[in-house]
């Protein structure tokens, strides 16, 4: 069974530092999705990543995928109250059939001024 | 494109009630997957369909849930009788087999007392 934890799971950071969110899983996959929730929406998209060393950033967001160590990072720089949210990793399993992500808890983020 | 969307957004019923919960995907997406968010499970994969075909029901929690896809722009989840252990948020996503980019829909709230 595939298993994606995130840590951590609830995060209290004041604007302009810098943080790290993590996401292992337990399988091969090369396919990594990040999402943001905001309170009561639905799941935006964020970040694919589809292979080893990939790094995609968005503004101050950086996501990265580790294959080898099942490990993708989400690094938030200097961070803003507008960021807060709940990011959840997921990972497809198919090998490129589209057949369903596994989420992780989600790590419930709040940005204090 | 109107992008996933699903109806109604919110859904308060009475236990043993029937509820069915609609969506329709986009359009020339040939995946489509059912989710329930809950605060104790997270993000659950329940059902999904491949060219209107059901693949993998094993989330389906019990056999009160029920799911069809008569056609491929449109998708039910039923829930009959109703519990209060039920109530979550519900998702449908959709993906065009080979691409990248899984879609949610804005997701039904459903509430059972």
């Known amino acids: 069974e595939l298993k994606v934890e995130q840590n951590p799971l609830f995060l209290s950071m004041q604007e302009g530092k810098n943080y790290t969110i993590y996401c292992n899983y337990s399988?091969?996959?090369?396919?990594l999705y990040w999402y943001r929730q905001d309170p009561g929406k639905s799941l935006e998209s964020l970040f694919v990543l589809l292979s080893n060393g990939a790094v995609k950033q968005e503004g101050r967001l950086m996501a990265s995928l580790d294959t080898k160590a099942r490990l993708s990072t989400l690094h938030i720089t200097a961070a803003v109250h507008d960021l807060s949210a709940t990011y959840f990793c997921?990972?497809?399993?198919?090998?490129?059939?589209?057949?369903?992500?596994?989420f992780g808890k989600g790590t419930h983020l709040i940005i204090q001024p | 494109d109107a992008g996933v969307i699903q109806s109604p957004r919110h859904e308060v019923t009475e236990m043993g009630q029937e509820v069915t919960l609609r969506c329709k995907p986009i359009s020339g997406h040939n995946s489509l997957f059912w989710y329930r968010q809950t605060m104790m499970r997270g993000l659950e994969l329940l059902i999904y369909?491949?060219?209107?075909?059901?693949?993998?029901d094993s989330g389906m929690p019990e056999d009160r849930f029920s799911a069809k896809m008569p056609n491929a722009s449109f998708s039910t989840l039923k829930i009959q009788p109703s519990e209060p252990r039920d109530s979550a948020v519900y998702f449908c996503a959709s993906i065009l087999r080979g691409t990248y980019g899984y879609t949610f829909g804005s997701g039904t709230r459903l509430t059972v007392v």
């Open positions: 369909f491949n060219n209107n075909v059901p693949i993998d």
């Open positions: 399988t091969t996959s090369d396919r």
């Open positions: 997921a990972v497809d399993d198919s090998g490129g059939g589209a057949d369903g992500l596994t």
